[in-house]
């Protein structure tokens, strides 16, 4: 089959099965949550984890040591008793007795489980917990989860505007100070001051654990002193990796975000690991160490009224380059409209505008090469034996009659990367969460309750396809092609609403642009019939 097909059709169709690999893909593979760690006794998971001292080798691996005497001492209490609640417009924030951020809630409305209970950011079982200190020394990283920190004020803080707390911890050979500054944003300052010295690593936590799926990327992201960006997928850390001056450190899932950033002096990030290759961040410590953090939502406007640089920590994968700068497009239309579902609608209508020149040379070809067909047939069925002299004469036959056979291909390929940008916006940005479109369209991030744009957008692509000219006349290919409205339905009935709309528009101004074309091409048609007459 493949022998018969012009290039023009190979190119379609390897472009169409890729596409339809990439979806099943998503569809198909989305790995599975990984599993709870299974060791409850917090002291004694944190004696196996905390880093050496040695940041020049390799060998900083975390450092391990028998702790089954922690268990009988009755100390795995600490960790879960709440030493201090902050409270803002936008999260409450609990701080326990080891003076870590041990749960984020998202107050927003918008910020809802299935159920309808507000979004918890971090999963309880997972360790290290946000502005959470591992000694290198064993049995000063042991005492320290056996002692519980100190403070000195009200329990519960609900704070407009930016609001200083203190918490101490004595362990006897060593005094820990924690002085952070939480903002109503959900960022905060951190300074930590050890009085004899002892060398500590302190992480930004384990990574939010709301929403993990095959579709977007989650694990950690680090943005190098030179500005290079390096992200570790879960189940991709090798084990101790060192980076020097970092800016950021980042932990994320899809739409959340736990971080420490410097940009004056940088940090000497570890990037670590569980027991199921899932990276985990630490911070190199010193006698006074002062950084930035933020827990909470991957909003862009947020992270930038932060530190616009933060803004890096919203990744969209291969395609970020693109993807970016469609993001800014969409959030200024978005500020222009007023609403998230209208201002994609307008997006994909200015993106087809911009390409329809290049468009339009592609669609005229493919009504050329249509006309064509039965010559192309003729010279394929005359010399099928012979591919230098079919060659020829096909290369002949386009020049006479002033035809590109990838004319039709190259609008395609240019919207590939365009489409996988979108994709990775409209799937990525925690903007369109909650965001409603009309009627029955309430989540633009979660897909159509009614199935209601699936539909639309499979009968739209079974109409362009129906009016498209092709050039192939081979019944199994287009017995594919008939089918494939179909399958794209089946497969966007569980994407996000936001991304089936992009899907549905571009689909109706397809059929737009190529009822324009059909138009111009007969009219040429008949103004040449005039001409020969």
């Not at 599975?32 to 760690?37: A, L, S, W, Y």
């Not at 002193?225 to 980076?243: C, L, P, Q, S």
């Not at 739209?460 to 494939?484: A, E, G, V």
């Not at 994407?495 to 138009?519: C, E, M």
Request: proline share 6%; hydrophobic share 40%.
């Amino acid at each position: 089959m493949l022998e018969k097909m012009s290039t023009n059709q190979r190119v379609i169709l390897a472009t169409v099965l890729s596409l339809l690999i990439f979806v099943a893909y998503d569809y198909f593979f989305i790995p599975k949550q990984p599993p709870k760690q299974s060791e409850t006794n917090t002291t004694q998971y944190v004696a196996k984890s905390a880093p050496q001292s040695n940041l020049q080798a390799p060998q900083s691996a975390p450092a391990t040591s028998q702790s089954s005497k922690v268990n009988e001492s009755g100390a795995t209490k600490l960790g879960t008793t709440t030493l201090l609640h902050v409270k803002s417009k936008r999260f409450e924030m609990f701080i326990d007795d080891l003076g870590r951020i041990h749960q984020v809630i998202l107050e927003e409305k918008r910020y809802k489980t299935e159920s309808g209970e507000q979004i918890k950011l971090f999963d309880e079982a997972k360790l290290p917990k946000p502005l959470e200190i591992r000694f290198s020394d064993i049995a000063l990283n042991e005492k320290a989860f056996k002692v519980p920190y100190s403070y000195q004020g009200p329990k519960a803080l609900d704070i407009k505007e930016k609001t200083k707390i203190t918490l101490t911890q004595d362990l006897g050979s060593e005094k820990v100070k924690k002085i952070v500054t939480i903002y109503p944003d959900g960022h905060y300052e951190a300074t930590i001051e050890l009085q004899k010295g002892h060398k500590y690593f302190i992480s930004p936590g384990y990574r939010p654990n709301v929403r993990v799926d095959g579709y977007t990327l989650h694990g950690a992201l680090i943005k190098e002193k030179d500005g290079t960006i390096t992200i570790i997928e879960d189940g991709d850390a090798k084990g101790t990796e060192i980076f020097k001056g970092a800016k950021i450190a980042a932990a994320f899932d899809r739409y959340y975000t736990t971080l420490f950033y410097d940009f004056v002096k940088g940090m000497n990030v570890i990037v670590s690991k569980d027991a199921e290759d899932n990276p985990i961040l630490f911070v190199e410590g010193s006698p006074k160490l002062t950084l930035g953090g933020y827990v909470g939502p991957k909003e862009y406007e947020t992270l930038k009224a932060i530190h616009p640089e933060l803004t890096d920590v919203i990744e969209y994968g291969f395609f970020t380059f693109i993807a970016k700068p469609m993001f800014l497009a969409l959030l200024a239309l978005y500020h222009w409209i007023g609403n998230w579902g209208w201002a994609i609608v307008a997006l994909t209508i200015i993106i087809r505008i911009i390409l329809f020149p290049l468009t339009l040379k592609g669609m005229l070809s493919m009504q050329k090469l249509k006309d064509l067909a039965p010559k192309i047939k003729e010279i394929q069925q005359k010399y099928k034996g012979d591919p230098q002299k079919l060659n020829a004469h096909m290369m002949q036959l386009y020049k006479k009659y002033k035809v590109n056979p990838m004319g039709g291909c190259l609008p395609m390929l240019i919207q590939i990367p365009i489409f996988f940008a979108i994709y990775r916006v409209l799937l990525n940005s925690i903007e369109l969460k909650g965001a409603p479109w009309i009627l029955w369209i309430t989540d633009l991030s979660s897909k159509d309750p009614y199935y209601v744009l699936p539909v639309l957008m499979g009968i739209t692509m079974f109409i362009h396809q129906k009016i498209t000219p092709t050039t192939i006349t081979d019944p199994m290919q287009k017995k594919i092609f008939t089918y494939l409205p179909i399958v794209f339905t089946f497969f966007f009935l569980t994407f996000p609403a936001g991304l089936t709309l992009y899907w549905f528009t571009n689909n109706i101004l397809s059929i737009i642009q190529q009822l324009i074309v059909n138009k111009i091409f007969e009219a040429r048609k008949a103004a040449q019939k005039e001409q020969h007459e």
